[in-house]
């Protein structure tokens, strides 16, 4: 590739000898400019790999230039130099299109990482890719909801602003999260997925920023957090309401500041990691209920992707049960692939999954289990007969069933559903079905649930 060129755009001379020195020390061309006029000027007569802005500018601001550049130039990647702690500026930025910001001081290291990441949206671009797969994990779906899914997963590649994945419980969102990380020039760094909900209150911190030993009971030595394990990546955290409120301010700061701080450590330590969260629940719902911060929540949420429901995109339906059924034969070797009758896709296409794609493999698995022969038919499917919770009808008693028993199935359901979303996680089943752990455990005891 061609030397790489920046644009650098500030109206104070000394940040601009700075940022021309490092970025040549980099190896990089930087031209300058000082107003918005003199830096669309510059766009017009040359060609840039980057563009850094100052926020406030003599004819304009720098979120001006930003749009007009996400305009006339969408590939050019820009950075927005922000005051320090003004992180209403920051978050507007990458709201008008920017890739990421650096606040003032300028720190130097910071600024070569992103000046790093910025670049290899080139190598990016250069090799191609698909936002259908990365890392072996596909989104199928030639549907509108997913071309749409697709088109918005590659822009939000292109930056390194915070994401909010919402939608339903199965609807993909890690995958969502993974392939906007594989498609980005964080491919290559690593992709730290965590279940918030599944970690225990009292460990969130430790987890989450890392622990000096001796800080608590049981730190027998020193140990880096998920932050720290992402650096250079993409960190995913999954179901970010169930994170209590005194790591939410935590988190807050690390976004903000970039830095965390370990449990029991006196300095902070600066953090390079991509912020991607998601949650099955409503969030404003939960900032109204004083649930989850509505500073946390305006942070994380600079773009927001919905992952639609199953039930929206009916059509997707054939492709991705012949998919899991291929891969359901690749685990049983040397079984052929099983295929549906028409009658049965007929009926899948019919039915409402409430538990979405997760749930439309968890009926495939099944009816490859009991299924005799090599079609499978409706009756192996065995789907509920109607849609929705299982009480939203008037329950109907037969009087040769104890109450007690009846109850007792109700609540072997209620257990069976959470356990199955929350993918076993006992910890996190508790939590969503309102009970503790050891309430939990006692039951499944008592159901004879294993």
Same mark, same amino acid.
Request: hydrophobic letters at 45%.
């Given at each position: 590739?061609?030397?790489?060129?920046?644009?650098?755009?500030?109206?104070?001379?000394?940040? %601009?000898? !700075? $940022?021309?020195?490092?970025? =040549?020390?980099?190896?990089?061309?930087?031209? &300058? #400019?000082?107003?918005?006029? *003199? +830096?669309?000027?510059?766009?017009?007569?040359?060609?840039?790999?980057?563009?850094?802005?100052?926020?406030?500018?003599?004819?304009?601001?720098?979120?001006?230039?930003?749009?007009?550049?996400?305009?006339?130039?969408?590939?050019?990647?820009?950075?927005?130099?922000?005051?320090?702690?003004?992180?209403?500026?920051?978050?507007?930025?990458?709201?008008?299109?920017?890739?990421?910001?650096?606040?003032?001081?300028?720190? %130097?290291? !910071? $600024?070569?990482?992103?000046? =790093?990441?910025?670049?290899?949206?080139?190598? &990016? #671009?250069?090799?191609?890719? *698909? +936002?259908?797969?990365?890392?072996?994990?596909?989104?199928?779906?030639?549907?509108?909801?997913?071309?749409?899914?697709?088109?918005?997963?590659?822009?939000?590649?292109?930056?390194?602003?915070?994401?909010?994945?919402?939608?339903?419980?199965?609807?993909?969102?890690?995958?969502?999260?993974?392939?906007?990380?594989?498609?980005?020039?964080?491919?290559?760094?690593?992709?730290?997925?965590?279940?918030?909900?599944?970690?225990?209150?009292? $460990?969130?911190?430790?987890?989450?920023?890392?622990?000096?030993?001796?800080?608590?009971?049981?730190?027998?030595? *020193?140990?880096?957090?998920?932050?720290?394990?992402?650096?250079?990546?993409?960190?995913?955290?999954?179901?970010?309401?169930?994170?209590?409120?005194?790591?939410?301010?935590?988190?807050?700061?690390?976004?903000?500041?970039?830095?965390?701080?370990?449990?029991?450590?006196?300095?902070?330590?600066?953090?390079?990691?991509?912020?991607?969260?998601?949650?099955?629940?409503?969030?404003?719902?939960?900032?109204?209920?004083?649930?989850?911060?509505?500073?946390?929540?305006?942070?994380?949420?600079?773009?927001?992707?919905?992952?639609?429901?199953?039930?929206?995109?009916?059509?997707?339906?054939?492709?991705?049960?012949?998919?899991?059924?291929?891969?359901?034969?690749?685990?049983?070797?040397?079984?052929?692939?099983?295929?549906?009758?028409?009658?049965?896709?007929?009926?899948?296409?019919?039915?409402?999954?409430?538990?979405?794609?997760?749930?439309?493999?968890?009926?495939?698995?099944?009816?490859?289990?009991?299924?005799?022969?090599?079609?499978?038919?409706?009756?192996?499917?065995?789907?509920?007969?109607?849609?929705?919770?299982?009480?939203?009808?008037?329950?109907?008693?037969?009087?040769?069933?104890?109450?007690?028993?009846?109850?007792?199935?109700?609540?072997?359901?209620?257990?069976?559903?959470?356990?199955?979303?929350?993918?076993?996680?006992?910890?996190?089943?508790?939590?969503?079905?309102?009970?503790?752990?050891?309430?939990?455990?006692?039951?499944?005891?008592?159901?004879?649930?294993?």
């Amino acid at each position: 590739m061609t030397k790489a060129q920046a644009l650098v755009v500030d109206d104070e001379s000394d940040i %601009l000898d !700075l $940022l021309k020195i490092t970025l =040549g020390r980099m190896d990089i061309r930087a031209l &300058t #400019a000082m107003t918005v006029i *003199d +830096a669309k000027h510059q766009l017009e007569r040359n060609h840039f790999d980057l563009c850094l802005t100052d926020m406030s500018l003599p004819d304009g601001n720098g979120i001006d230039l930003i749009r007009h550049i996400s305009e006339h130039y969408p590939d050019l990647p820009v950075a927005m130099i922000t005051a320090h702690g003004n992180m209403e500026s920051a978050v507007a930025a990458m709201k008008a299109g920017a890739f990421d910001f650096v606040p003032k001081p300028v720190d %130097l290291q !910071l $600024l070569r990482r992103l000046v =790093g990441s910025a670049l290899r949206l080139r190598e &990016t #671009a250069a090799a191609g890719g *698909d +936002a259908r797969s990365a890392g072996g994990a596909n989104l199928i779906g030639d549907s509108r909801a997913m071309e749409q899914i697709r088109q918005m997963i590659a822009k939000l590649a292109r930056n390194q602003a915070p994401v909010f994945i919402t939608g339903e419980s199965g609807t993909g969102k890690e995958l969502a999260a993974r392939l906007i990380h594989g498609q980005g020039p964080r491919a290559a760094g690593p992709f730290v997925a965590v279940n918030c909900g599944a970690i225990p209150q009292d $460990l969130v911190e430790s987890e989450l920023f890392g622990h000096k030993k001796g800080s608590f009971t049981g730190a027998v030595s *020193d140990k880096e957090g998920l932050f720290q394990a992402a650096s250079g990546g993409t960190l995913f955290l999954d179901e970010v309401a169930d994170l209590p409120l005194p790591a939410q301010v935590k988190l807050l700061r690390a976004v903000q500041e970039k830095s965390v701080r370990p449990v029991g450590a006196q300095q902070e330590v600066a953090v390079d990691a991509r912020i991607i969260s998601a949650s099955h629940r409503d969030l404003n719902l939960e900032v109204d209920k004083g649930h989850f911060r509505q500073d946390l929540f305006y942070r994380i949420n600079v773009i927001e992707l919905r992952m639609p429901a199953l039930r929206e995109r009916p059509r997707d339906i054939p492709a991705l049960a012949e998919r899991m059924l291929l891969r359901i034969a690749r685990h049983h070797k040397g079984q052929p692939a099983m295929t549906l009758s028409p009658d049965a896709l007929s009926a899948l296409m019919d039915y409402g999954f409430p538990g979405n794609v997760r749930e439309l493999e968890n009926i495939l698995e099944r009816a490859t289990a009991l299924c005799e022969g090599s079609v499978i038919a409706v009756g192996d499917l065995y789907l509920p007969q109607a849609d929705g919770p299982a009480l939203a009808a008037p329950v109907q008693l037969d009087e040769s069933v104890p109450l007690e028993d009846y109850l007792g199935e109700i609540e072997k359901k209620a257990i069976l559903d959470a356990l199955d979303e929350t993918r076993w996680n006992r910890t996190a089943a508790a939590k969503k079905l309102g009970m503790t752990l050891r309430s939990l455990r006692y039951r499944l005891a008592k159901l004879g649930i294993e």
